[in-house]
Nanobody, 124 residues
Framework: QLQLVESGGGLVQSGGSLRLSCAAS????????IAWFRQAPGKERERVSC????????NYANAVKDRFTISRDNAKNTVYLQMNSLKPEDTAVYSC?????????????????WGQGTQVTVSS
């Protein structure tokens, strides 16, 4: 069974950078779409970014566009989220999730496997 483990979170000052990793085991990510989500305390889960099965399609929430970059390394069975120019409002638990048909979707319920998440805290 596919398992996802996120890493790379931590505490960073405003304007700093972090790179999150979503490593898979138990199955290949190769044909799947992978999305990063975040959830801050008291707020709904928000889809931050998604990458399609071949890496050719990527999309981003308006709040992170031009600051975050999603990428995938199928050889390492890992998806990354490079986060630059971090702001305090980026503070949240970040999780990755897969979508079996390989195509990104705006509907969160279509994502099937989820990781436990990694905490990102941005201080002002």
């Amino acid at each position: 069974q596919l398992q996802l483990v996120e890493s790379g979170g931590g505490l960073v000052q405003s304007g700093g950078s972090l790179r999150l990793s979503c490593a898979a085991s138990g199955a290949t990510l190769e044909n799947l779409a992978i999305a990063w989500f975040r959830q801050a305390p008291g707020k709904e889960r928000e889809r931050v970014s998604c990458i399609g099965w071949n890496g050719g399609i990527t999309n981003y929430a308006n709040a992170v566009k031009d600051r975050f970059t999603i990428s995938r390394d199928n050889a390492k069975n890992t998806v990354y989220l490079q986060m630059n120019s971090l702001k305090p409002e980026d503070t949240a638990v970040y999780s990755c999730a897969t979508k079996a048909d390989g195509h990104c979707s705006a509907y969160n319920f279509l994502y099937d496997y989820w990781g436990q998440g990694t905490q990102v805290t941005v201080s002002s």
